[in-house]
């Protein structure tokens, strides 16, 4: 049985430095990523395409949609403990989980805390998890207010 979420926003960040954009939608290229987002377009097939957050998570650290530098922040419980391999059908664009986003010092730079080491300690487990963009229909959209439906890998034959 597939577990139901949703997106809540969609940020795309056009270069390293610059901030992530609010956006109502974003159009997924398969093996690259979101379309005007900067992760993905050094070489295509890497594992840090798409970044997924809980809202949970941000409403702890009282952050806003954006703040960890995620292209699309979500209402799905537990998608931190979505394995490596797990899909994930979100609005026209299939997404398979590559692994958990491990945190560093920077985001808590960026975010301008005044123990950036904190945060990073406190965001171990919680960062959301990257996914790489494997296949597309129709427009290939992703847009606010999508439904995200969770398959969970079949375990591998003995």
Sequence with gaps: MAQIGTVLSIHLQPARDALPRLVEEARALIAHGLEGDFHGKVKPNT???????????????GFAHGALREQLTVDLPDLDAAPAGTRLRVGDVDLEVSGPCEPCEVIGQ?????????????????????????GTTGGGRIRRGDRIEVVVPTPPAP
Aim: charged fraction near 30%; avoid cysteine.
């Design 47 to 61: 594992s840090r395409q798409v970044l997924l957050v809980d809202r949970r998570v941000l409403d702890a650290l």
């Design 110 to 134: 960026l975010n301008r805390v005044t123990d950036p080491e904190a945060l990073r300690q406190t965001l171990v487990g919680r960062r959301g998890i990257l996914a790489r963009v494997v």
